[in-house]
């Protein structure tokens, strides 16, 4: 019974993103990512997915922010990447879902959190 319960708990969900190589997820965001989202360090400019710049930077205004904002982030690209909106009603296409996975998935997140509404954040 017990391991039912742990299993189903498991079952949707992905863990948090501890750690992950923002260089890589740059490489990886550019080649997957970058054609329909907007992100100033990636040099990307999609407009069919939301401007990631635009959608964080609520979240680096010093009245928001924390020291947990980064991690946050993280969590919420990666939740996104497993669980895209397939038909988000905008008439634009959703995201695939799962379209990448595991390390990858975590490094594009990591990126993200790092550099979305940073103008110096250090990726090259």
Known sequence: MLLVAGIAAGCGA?????SGDAAAGKVLFKQHCGSC????NAGTTGT????LDDAFAADRDP????????????DVVRGQ???AEQDPGTGKPGMPPDLIHGQEARNVAVYVAKCAA??????K
């Open 14 to 18: 992905v863990d948090r993103v501890t």
């Open 37 to 40: 989202h907007t992100l100033a």
């Open 48 to 51: 069919i997915g939301p401007n």
């Open 63 to 74: 009245v928001f922010a924390s020291a947990h904002t980064e991690q946050t982030i993280r």
């Open 81 to 83: 990447i497993a669980y």
């Open 118 to 123: 940073v103008k110096n954040c250090g990726v």
